[in-house]
């Protein structure tokens, strides 16, 4: 019963690039993101979750979208909750990193012929370290997330027509016009 709506706003609106969708015909507005419990949805924007884990640092994450307990309340589309991962006895962490360059990526083969190829790159990297303060009481887990990115667009030069032109003049286009 979910229809992907894609990115409702632009960056600025959005930095964390938040998903929107509809659940079971209700508008996306009526859905509610909680993380570890507490509602993380933006006043102004609610078609907007307030802040993204980065998914190292997710350790379950449940949907509820019909017959709501008590404590998935403020919903009417679905219930989201997303738990955060916390640390150990034992120390562990992880490191990633994901980088496309474009340069590296096939052409799209819809492109005309004469178009250049986008140029940029998108690099995410990142870690995540937890363990023990204080054996079996205490714990401690952080994570961090970088995203860089760079899309360079094609220049394109357009050029309006001249007056000659405008007047259905065409013998200084350096091109033989026929008339069938």
């Known amino acids: 019963?979910?229809?992907?709506?894609?990115?409702?706003?632009?960056?600025?609106?959005?930095?964390?690039?938040s998903l929107s969708f509809n659940v079971n015909g209700v508008s996306r507005l009526q859905n509610?993101?909680?993380?570890?419990?507490?509602?993380?949805?933006?006043p102004w924007l609610p078609s907007n979750t307030a802040y993204v884990p980065s998914p190292e640092a997710i350790s379950e994450v449940s949907i509820v979208t019909n017959s709501y307990n008590a404590e998935q309340g403020l919903a009417g589309g679905a219930a989201i909750n997303v738990v955060i991962k916390s640390g150990t006895n034992r120390f562990r962490g992880t490191a990633w990193?994901?980088?496309?360059?474009?340069?590296?990526?096939?052409?799209?083969?819809?492109?005309?012929?004469n178009t250049p190829k986008p140029d940029g790159y998108l690099n995410q990297f990142?870690?995540?370290?937890?363990?023990?303060?204080?054996?079996?009481?205490?714990?401690?887990?952080?994570?961090?997330?970088?995203?860089?990115r760079e899309q360079i667009a094609p220049v394109r030069q357009f050029s309006l027509a001249t007056d000659a032109l405008r007047r259905g003049d065409f013998s200084g286009t350096g091109v033989t016009i026929y008339d069938p």
Request: aromatic share 12%; proline share 3%; hydrophobic share 35%.
């Open 1 to 17: 019963g979910a229809l992907m709506a894609g990115e409702q706003n632009s960056a600025a609106g959005s930095p964390q690039r």
């Open 32 to 42: 509610n993101t909680r993380l570890d419990g507490a509602s993380v949805v933006y």
């Open 97 to 113: 990193g994901y980088n496309t360059d474009y340069d590296l990526r096939a052409r799209n083969y819809f492109l005309a012929a």
């Open 126 to 148: 990142g870690g995540n370290v937890g363990g023990p303060i204080v054996k079996n009481k205490l714990f401690f887990f952080a994570n961090s997330e970088r995203t860089k």
